[in-house]
């Protein structure tokens, strides 16, 4: 039991056990060198030996076109335009979104430091916002009620009235695969002309009201990093309904050279951000399995979930109510009272070979982005403190691990 929100009188080692002890329970003894490590358990090889026997290496390749069908069939998103990585893809969803120098682009404080970057290379400015504690999302309530507080509608264009600068798009990013609130989110980009991107680039295959993540945008993106659900070794895809939009996407990735059948003419300045086919080749076999590793994946949060329901340091923090989220990272959440002990039990289990880290630093405490203009953080400020990221790979733990039965440490 909890008294008063103070740490029981035990050692640090004697309130950590259960949770070491939980961590094994799931794991077995697999001690996995990364969070989240990729998983070729399908035609990977035969794929990437077709390109290399064929020579169709590079930016041009049947594997690519095959990835964006399967990427479209799997989101039902209408168009997926295949790029470099995750953040090129977010770079050219601000482009696309309309984002010029000198605007604002509203964006979560807890997010991976690319969902900023992308938004830099615009020229534009983050305007950093506070998350739920429910979904680790942008919280839709506390934007909107921050927005009728520092937003003003002149025309169809927001602006900050503090700055003066125009608020031009809103990136929500769900969090370790959870959705964000996309609804209410998508309500408040409406009524104050905001456009919405989803950086979907950790929440290939989850769900949103019985939907893939992706829908709400006008544009989002996804990523085929190392890490990710699936990879491409590297690599990241723009999703858009819009069809003109994925036309120019394709376009501003591909040098904006104009189709022709010798001469050189680019007709703006373009980036070279479009996937090699021997990486989409890769992609092709890991899209095949993308069900299975959500499921899983899925099973694999159920079964950290019991072995943690004794626990009373923390919990595992489940998808919010009517989404399917593909836990692509499992987190435990500290109780408030013993968030001062994460890092004595990140040091703990890094002593015994499980790796875990915490989340990412938040990004209004970053020295480029410390500057810049944001709400009240108490939500992130809080829950970041209490997060602990734990081995999430499609086979963590599936490998000789012990029965969930011995999780309990009352057992
Ligand atoms: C991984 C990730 C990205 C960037 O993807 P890369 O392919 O690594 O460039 C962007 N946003 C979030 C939230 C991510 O987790």
Redesign the pocket.
């Known amino acids: 039991m909890l008294h008063g929100g103070s740490v029981p009188h035990l050692t640090p080692e004697a309130t950590l056990a259960p949770v070491l002890s939980a961590l094994e329970s799931v794991l077995g003894s697999a001690r996995p060198a990364a969070l989240h490590q990729p998983h070729f358990a399908g035609r990977e090889w035969a794929y990437v030996k077709d390109c290399l026997d064929t020579g169709w290496v590079s930016s041009v390749g049947a594997y690519v076109t095959r990835l964006e069908s399967a990427l479209q069939d799997y989101t039902g998103i209408a168009q997926a335009v295949a790029v470099v ?4 893809a ?1 770079h050219v969803c601000c482009l696309l979104a309309g984002v010029t120098a000198g605007d604002e682009v509203l964006l979560p404080t807890l ?2 430091v ?2 900023a970057n992308a938004v830099s290379y615009c020229g534009a400015i983050p305007h950093l916002v506070d998350v739920s504690p429910v979904t680790l999302g942008v919280d839709a309530a506390k934007l909107s009620a921050y927005l009728a507080e520092i937003a003003e509608l002149r025309g169809d264009t927001c602006y900050n009235r503090r700055s003066g600068r125009p608020l031009r798009a809103l990136i929500v ?1 769900h969090a370790f695969g959870h959705p964000a609130e996309l609804d209410a989110l998508a309500e408040v980009c409406k009524r104050y002309r905001i456009a919405l991107i989803e ?1 979907a ?2 929440a290939l295959g989850s769900l949103y009201h019985g939907r893939h993540v992706g829908h709400w945008g006008l544009l989002s ?1 996804v ?3 190392g ?2 659900i699936v990879t491409t070794g ?3 895809a723009v999703l858009t309904n819009d069809a003109a939009l994925a036309q120019r996407a394709r376009h501003l990735t591909t040098t904006a050279k104009q189709a022709h059948p010798w001469a050189f003419i680019h007709d703006q300045v373009a980036y070279n951000y479009r996937l090699p086919n021997l990486n989409a080749a890769l992609g092709c076999a890991q899209l095949e399995q993308l069900p299975d590793f959500v499921s899983r994946k899925r099973e694999l949060a159920q079964r950290y979930r019991q072995a943690f329901s004794h626990v009373e340091l923390g919990r595992i923090l489940m998808e919010p109510q009517d989404t399917r989220s593909n836990y692509w990272l499992n987190l435990l959440q500290l109780h408030p009272a013993y968030d001062l002990l994460r890092d004595t039990l990140l040091e703990a289990c890094q002593a015994r070979g499980i790796l875990v880290r915490p989340a990412w630093e938040l990004m209004h405490r970053l020295p480029m982005y410390r500057d810049c203009p944001r709400m009240d953080m108490t939500t992130a400020e809080h829950v970041e403190r209490q997060l602990i990221c734990l081995p999430s790979s499609v086979d963590a733990g599936s490998v000789d691990a012990d029965s969930i039965d011995r999780a309990s440490p009352h057992a």
């Open positions: 990585n995750g953040t090129a977010l997010t991976f690319a969902t990013m950086d680039a950790e993106a990523s085929f990093n890490n990710k590297g690599g990241g």
